[in-house]
């Protein structure tokens, strides 16, 4: 299995609201609702996560999905111990018998058999049944699950079905208005807001390119981490060029144009 879990209640990250979605969120909490957060890549939907949990003063348990995720990864499978064949909790198992947040990252990139596990949670029963071990879970008053995905990367062969989709109530994410991103990027990387603003300025061309020569724009995290190469002393068109760049294509003749587009916003 290849996930990246995390588990954390204590700090609070950082998290710019561009709306009403904390209170979304908490109010879907509350009422022991299941929650779709859409959008593009990198634009803060995990980082609210994160912040909500630590709000909320909630476990949090985040699976970064893939093409090979299965459901008994979630749920869990008998493996030998010691000689012994001993049943072993997945993520979603665990966080449904201990309460808490169980966030799937891209959940349209795991097999299509977890969205079976998921439909008996998403509604009024809010169990998980574990037909390997003969269980019925009921999900604490705690329990939340907070699934999110990319409408606008994933093909016509991985998207939510319509009967998935509408388990959940959903919140749409973008990317913040310039001026906040400004604001973000600065606090977080240290850079001066005035030197942040052009690189704001080419992320924000380069996001009008999506679905033309690119596949994704530049997330609000690159730019973080082009401010902080800069702030660290490094040439702003090379961290440019390393951070904002490289990391969406590998198409000699789009990185050239790419390129030329930097040379015009970052003097």
Known sequence: MNMH?????????????????????????????????????????????????????????????????????????????????????????????????????????????????????????????LERTGEQLEAPGSFMLVVSYNPGYQSLLKTLKPSTRQRFVAIEFDFLPKAREIEVVAEESGLDAARVEPLVELARRLRALKGHDLEEGVSTRLLVYCASLIDAGLDPREAVRSAMIEPLTDEPDVRTALLELMQAVIR
């Open 5 to 129: 879990l995390r588990h954390s209640t204590s700090h609070i990250p950082a998290y710019a609201p561009a709306g009403n979605e904390c209170v979304l969120f908490e109010t879907a909490w509350t009422r022991q609702l299941p929650l779709l957060l859409k959008g593009p890549t990198g634009c803060g939907k995990t980082r609210f996560v994160s912040h909500m949990a630590a709000k909320l003063g909630l476990p949090l348990t985040t699976v970064s999905c893939h093409d090979d995720l299965a459901a008994a990864d979630l749920t869990g499978r008998y493996l030998l111990k010691g000689g012994d064949t001993v049943w072993v909790d997945g993520p979603l198992t665990r966080a449904v018998r201990e309460g808490g947040i169980c966030y799937l990252d891209e959940v349209v990139e795991a097999r299509k058999d977890v969205a079976v596990v998921l439909h008996p949670l998403t509604d009024d029963r809010r169990i998980l049944p």
